[in-house]
Structure formats: structure tokens, C-alpha cells
């Protein structure tokens, strides 16, 4: 069965216009013009990709951000009209997959539709073998990491972005290579990748596992166990 994509936007044209290049795609859609229908709607039919304005009446976007991230990971991409860096940063470190600008062009949002949905489905094969840094484990198959046996609550991107930095411990990496790891389709900004490290490291410090995740001064950041 195709995908099942919630367009969550207020303006009714752009709404039919996402609603008809998703299902030209192939893709199944279901449509709410506000924040209270989107989280109903989000419970109701467990979609595979939300694509969620800002600005919305009622309950804000980023507000129902909240809510679908504390009930699980499903893929948001966020569109709002405005470009300031601090939204976009805010938003991906409440957990958002990628995000698009207004005005912007349909087929561009179903490439990043395409892009989010293919990165975040299941992996098959020898990637399924779990990945161990000292107290750490990340289940690439089950998309869960586990600190000493405890499981860690992270969004989609931070856990790419753990799973690449445990891929190679001790490798230093740069924001760059980060960045093009965890959304290699996004235009976002190399900040967003200290955004997503720093809620990363709380968690980790929050697991008692303080030094795993290291900073490297003038280049990226590094994953390595011990101190």
C-alpha cells in the first residue's frame, strides 16, 4: 500500500495543490486546515509523512510538532513563510525531518517527500547488526538506541545522526558531513546540526553516559566511550 501523507495546511489553494501532486505521486493523502483536525487526524490514521505548516489557527504547528513527536517518530517536514534561521533551527530541534520555505515549488516538496520517506524507511541486511559504544546501542532494524539497557527517546534526526557518529567511533566529523548524513535532501543550516547534538548529549547525560559525545574543537563532533 502506498504511503499515507497528512497535509496539514490552512490556505485551502496550496492545500489542493500539495493534496493533488501527492496523489499524482501515488501517494494516499489526508488533509486538515488546522492544529485541533491535525492532531485527530494524526491519531486516527497513523500517517507515514506529515507535511505541517507553522502558522496555523488554533493549535500551531510547532505545538502539534510536540504532540506527534512525544507519540513517536513519525517523518514531519515543516513549510512555514517564514525563513528567519531560529525557526528553522527550533523546529528541526523539536524533532522535524526537514523543512521547506514559502513560496516554494510542489515538485520540490514531493522530492523532499521522497528524500524523508526513503531515509527513514527500514534498512535490510548487515545494517540490522546493532551498533555498541561502550554503554550505547543502536538497533539500525528497530530504530531504537539503548543505554545501558534503557531506551533512549530520540526524533528521527538525532538518531541518524547517533547512528552515523557510532558507525565510526572515534572519527571525528565535521557539521558538514553531519548535515549531509542526517538530511542530505535539506537546505538546512550547519547550526542545526549543534541544535540536534546538544539535545543528543542531554539526553545521553540524562541516561548517565556523560562521555560519550564528544566535541572536537574546530571541526564537528565525535562518539567514543570513556572520558
Known amino acids: 500500500m502506498s504511503a499515507l501523507i497528512l497535509i496539514v495546511e490552512d490556505e485551502p489553494q496550496l492545500a489542493e495543490i500539495l493534496d493533488a501532486y501527492a496523489r499524482q505521486e ?14 485527530s487526524l494524526f491519531r486516527a ?25 512525544q507519540a513517536g517518530k513519525t517523518p514531519v517536514i515543516m513549510v512555514t ?4 534561521e531560529i525557526d528553522q ?43 555498541r559504544v561502550g554503554p550505547l546501542e543502536v538497533d539500525r532494524r528497530a530504530v531504537t538506541v539503548r543505554v545501558n539497557g534503557e531506551l533512549l527517546n530520540l526524533t528521527p534526526a538525532e538518531f541518524r545522526l547517533l547512528t552515523h557518529l557510532a558507525e565510526a567511533p572515534g572519527r571525528a566529523f565535521t557539521r558538514e558531513e553531519l ?44 562518539l567514543e566511550a570513556g572520558n
Open 89 to 131: 533551527i527550533v523546529g528541526l530541534e523539536l524533532g522535524a525531518d526537514d523543512y521547506v520555505v514559502k513560496p516554494f515549488r510542489p515538485r520540490e516538496v514531493m522530492a523532499r517527500v521522497k528524500a524523508v520517506l526513503r531515509r527513514t524507511a527500514p534498512t535490510t541486511g548487515d545494517l540490522n547488526l546493532p551498533l
Open 81 to 84: 513563510a517564514r525563513a528567519e
Open 45 to 69: 490514521a497513523s500517517p507515514d509523512l506529515i507535511l505541517l505548516d507553522v502558522m496555523l489557527p488554533g493549535v500551531s504547528g510547532l505545538d502539534v510538532l510536540r504532540n506527534v513527536r
Open 179 to 222: 548535515l549531509s548524513a542526517a538530511l542530505p535532501d535539506s537546505d538546512a543550516l550547519e547550526r542545526v546540526v549543534d541544535a540536534h547534538l546538544a539535545s543528543v548529549r542531554r539526553k545521553l547525560e540524562s541516561a548517565h553516559a556523560p562521555n560519550l559525545l564528544h566535541t572536537v574543537r574546530g571541526v564537528g563532533y565525535r
Open 26 to 39: 501515488g501517494y494516499r493523502t489526508e488533509r486538515a486546515a488546522d492544529g485541533h483536525t491535525a492532531l
